[in-house]
């Protein structure tokens, strides 16, 4: 079963990341690491064009709770409560991949090149050097996982395909007559009751994984083959750079952020963890009762963040000496939302999160941002919903990118901008009708 927290402003998914018109699946880890481990373009140029006759595919599961965000183990999969073309970048932004449909079949698109047809695809990503796309496809009751252009086995469901860092191994939950497991490199792991999508060390080395071993009522954190711990309660399982490893763990009434062999303070629920690059530092974000009446805060060491209605999920600069993330106020559609860049503070028509849905880790990757922090940690580029689009829910059709108090134009959608090396710049895709575009700001 997966964990939804539903209210009237905040949707809380056990899942991938996503926007209100796309979902974009590449990595946090990839974004951050652009400047040294990808030559990413800062030249403008059209992406791809979709055929007229390519249709919007239908929308992924719905997922539901109990109104507490991690009851059981949480599992794979995400809801897409909006319409929209799901878009997915490589790591270095020059191959871009969608789902799309005609007639009854749907299948993978990479770079304009129309892939095999199937009943049904979804969980499309990028393997680290962006020379496969991976993502779980139905023919029939049978699902499994394509991996460039070979099928594996069938199950009655799969988790999305989750690449190692290296890219050499691949991992995913399947789901078979009623039990779950982990298939890892091909092979299967034992059976549980209920499990999370894996994720990988830093090294590609090691898998970790939350599982509920049948039979038993608490969640357990399998590092390898290995459990590591046992609590009512595991989620959010992070790898930091330097290969430690974070957890959120409690019961139905308090949860703490575990690091380590650190245990942090107690709150009501804990989620998002996020190391600095260099791994010594973790923030997350922490709800505490009454979460639904501004009661949201980031964590960090001894730092405890004011208590908002929407806080993304906090990221460190560059450097690891700022903590960044934005805070909505009371109703975001209606207002501007704050800044916090370290020790400063400033109001911007910037997101909180896309759609009021903040997406937990599952392994699957690192949690989606609305925005991406210069080399210099001094400014941050973000999505930005014009004031006439902030008066409802609808499903949105016109963001911007905003850098400062400059803004980009107006566009369907657009992905989570990327600096470059030096600051000077900020890329980014933009859907206008049919067309996707790489799309290049200059930063004044």
Not at 254 to 278: C, K, N, R, Y
Request: aromatic share 12%; hydrophobic share 35%; charged share 25%.
């Amino acid at each position: 079963m997966k964990k939804t927290i539903l209210t009237l402003t905040i949707c809380l998914l056990v899942t991938y990341p996503r926007s209100a018109n796309v979902r974009e699946l590449t990595s946090d880890s990839a974004v951050k690491s652009a400047h040294s481990a990808y030559k990413i373009s800062f030249e403008e140029k059209l992406l791809t064009v979709i055929p007229k006759e390519y249709k919007e595919p239908k929308w992924y599961e719905y997922v539901s709770g109990n109104h507490r965000q991690w009851d059981v183990v949480p599992q794979v999969g995400f809801g897409r409560n909006y319409g929209g073309w799901e878009i997915t970048l490589s790591p270095d932004y020059s191959k871009v991949a969608y789902r799309a449909k005609v007639g009854k079949k749907m299948f993978a698109v990479i770079n304009g090149e129309k892939k095999p047809d199937f009943d049904d695809v979804k969980y499309l990503g990028f393997n680290p050097d962006g020379s496969k796309l991976a993502y779980a496809a139905r023919l029939k009751d049978k699902w499994f996982i394509v991996t460039g252009d070979e099928k594996g086995p069938e199950f009655d469901n799969v988790g999305p395909p989750v690449f190692s860092p290296d890219g050499h191994r691949l991992a995913y939950a399947a789901y078979l007559t009623k039990k779950v497991f982990l298939v890892v490199d091909g092979k299967k792991s034992e059976e549980f009751k209920d499990i999370s999508s894996p994720v990988f060390s830093p090294d590609g080395n090691t898998i970790a994984f939350v599982a509920r071993p049948i039979g038993s009522k608490n969640a357990v954190l399998f590092v390898g083959d290995k459990k590591v711990a046992e609590h009512p309660i595991i989620s959010d399982v992070t790898f930091s750079p330097d290969g430690k490893l974070a957890y959120a763990a409690g019961d139905n009434k308090q949860m703490a952020m575990i690091v380590g062999d650190q245990q942090g303070p107690q709150f009501d629920t804990v989620l998002a963890p996020t190391f600095s690059p260099d791994g010594t530092k973790v923030a997350y974000l922490a709800v505490k009762p009454g979460w639904n009446k501004n009661k949201l805060f980031v964590v960090s060491g001894d730092y405890r963040g004011t208590d908002h209605t929407f806080v993304s999920p906090p990221v460190f600069s560059p450097s690891g000496n700022k903590l960044v993330y934005i805070a909505g106020k009371a109703n975001y559609l209606q207002g501007n939302s704050l800044i916090y860049l370290g020790d400063k503070v400033e109001e911007s028509k910037c997101v909180a999160w896309d759609n009021s849905e903040v997406l937990s880790l599952t392994g699957v990757e690192s949690w989606k941002t609305t925005f991406t922090v210069s080399p210099d940690g001094n400014k941050i580029a973000c999505k930005v919903l014009p004031d006439a689009d902030r008066k409802f829910l609808p499903r949105y059709n016109n963001w911007q990118i905003a850098v400062g108090n400059q803004l980009s134009p107006n566009f369907d959608d657009v992905g989570l901008p990327v600096f470059a090396s030096d600051g000077s710049a900020v890329g980014y895709w933009a859907m206008k009708d049919s067309e996707i575009w790489w799309k290049v700001m200059t930063v004044k």
